[in-house]
């Protein structure tokens, strides 16, 4: 059975009341792929809107936190810890072009998990690289945004990468 459709198939907030809670994490990554001159001028701060990785941590911590009012059926959640980093990476086999890892990792002591609040602080912390760089670079891609490990609840750890 699908938990998010009733018996009659309406769409339902899956009814978590009877679940434990127990402390839980989630950790996403994503990347934007961008032009050297972009990269560059993220790494000497001389993007003309500012500094564009504290602008991009602060919104994916706030996008954790509101996870629920932009994913219809989320329950919202007693958020205990959101933590966003970047790496800034060089072009390699895999990677035509520079770009920015994103990886965030949310916590919780909840009755479910915070899969979705980790993906949304990647999405939106990406979207904003994109929104402070676009001026220098429109042609940037937002890419390869999942979750790589889970922890805690019943179904208990899921790890997807190292």
Sequence with gaps: MLTHLDERGRAQ???????????????ARGEIWMAPETMA?????NVPKGDVLAAARIAGIMAAKRTPDLIPLCHPLPITHVQVDFTLRDPD?????PWVEI?????????????MEAMTAVMVAALTIYDMAKAL???MRLMNVRLIEKHGGKSGDLILEP
Excluded: C
């Excluded at 086999?93 to 072009?97: G, R, S, Y």
């Design 103 to 115: 990886t965030a990792r949310v916590e919780t002591v909840a009755r479910t998990g915070v899969e």
């Design 137 to 139: 670079d429109r042609r």
């Design 13 to 27: 907030m899956v009814d978590v009341g009877e679940k434990g809670e127990t402390h839980r994490v989630a950790v």
């Design 93 to 97: 086999e895999a990677h035509p072009q």
């Design 41 to 45: 001028a993220i790494r000497e701060g």
